[in-house]
């Protein structure tokens, strides 16, 4: 790949750390991109998948100036203090439904990265839809799942990617005022040092197999544990918009996850099906 970027070996204890779980990762981490600082790791894995066919490439930054959440909202990312990992991954390949697949890719992740979180730190966290990981009510972690079209450099696989981008907060760190009472970090929940390394190793060895799940078509084991770890999708009352006005609010109470993964709220004698937009817990 040519850049500008400032790519280094991946430090001594991630690489430990990685070797240990070596036949766990499956088709994931054969090759990993390891920058001390960059923008946005999504990018940097996007830049990579629209050159070829890179399943399983893992880009893992150190610090981010420019790491983003859902609807380009500002994921804060100083460095040492959380888990800022991209991951090139090509659901579309399922060998039964590529589209569900697809579709199902970030609540697998979630999943996944609840499961790993919880191997490495003994802290059990909850799903909230689509694709953050609470504690109480407050943000531990956060998931992006962007497409890349396959490019001309594709070499004619025309396989599409996904880049699965996720941050974890890990040490205490000083939140602008607006977040100090949304969101959390494991030091904080746990009292104690967590190792980054085996935080790093146990999210990829959990989403590797949370990714062979969505290739061989097992998405009811992926629904079922989400619906597991995920107590407010049923009962809570939400409010949501579909536009970009006042007028276009919604309020009703959560009804699960169809087998698309969409949330179902209840409004009135109906119920509305949530494929996307802003949904807030009330």
């Known amino acids: 790949m040519k850049s500008n970027l400032l790519v280094e070996p991946l430090p001594r204890d991630f690489a430990d750390a990685i070797e240990r779980v070596r036949g766990r990762l499956g088709r994931l981490a054969a090759h990993v991109v390891f920058l001390p600082i960059t923008g946005s790791t999504n990018d940097v894995a996007s830049r990579l998948a629209a050159l070829g066919d890179h399943e399983g490439t893992v880009v893992f930054a150190d610090a981010q100036t420019a790491g ?4 380009g909202r500002a994921w804060l990312s100083p460095p040492g ?3 800022y990992v991209s991951v ?21 992740a979630g999943v996944a990265l609840a499961e790993g979180v919880e191997a490495a730190t003994g802290l059990r966290v909850d799903l909230k839809w689509p694709n953050d990981l609470y504690v109480t009510r407050r ?10 079209a396959a490019g001309p450099a594709s070499h004619g696989t025309g396989i599409d990617a996904v ?6 907060n890990v040490g205490a760190m000083a939140f602008p005022p607006e977040l100090a009472i949304q969101a959390t970090s494991l030091e904080s929940e746990l009292g104690r040092a967590v190792d980054r390394a085996q935080l790093f190793a146990e999210t990829l060895t959990a989403l590797a197999r949370r990714y062979e799940d969505l290739l061989d078509g097992r998405f009811d084991a992926i629904l079922d544990a989400w619906r597991a770890r995920a107590p407010a999708a049923r009962g809570a009352r939400v409010t949501w918009i579909t536009g970009t006005t006042a007028s276009d609010a919604h309020t009703g109470v959560t009804a699960g996850i169809d087998d698309r993964g969409a ?3 209840r409004v009135g004698d109906r119920v509305e099906r949530i494929v996307s937009g802003e949904v807030s817990w009330l």
């Open 68 to 71: 983003r959440g859902r609807r």
């Open 81 to 83: 203090s959380g888990l």
């Open 88 to 108: 090139v991954l090509t659901p579309a390949r399922a060998r039964t439904d590529g589209d569900r697949a697809t579709t199902l890719i970030t609540l697998a």
């Open 139 to 148: 943000k531990l972690a956060g998931i992006l799942a962007e497409g890349v």
């Open 163 to 168: 880049i699965l981008g996720y941050g974890v």
């Open 263 to 265: 949330l179902l709220v």
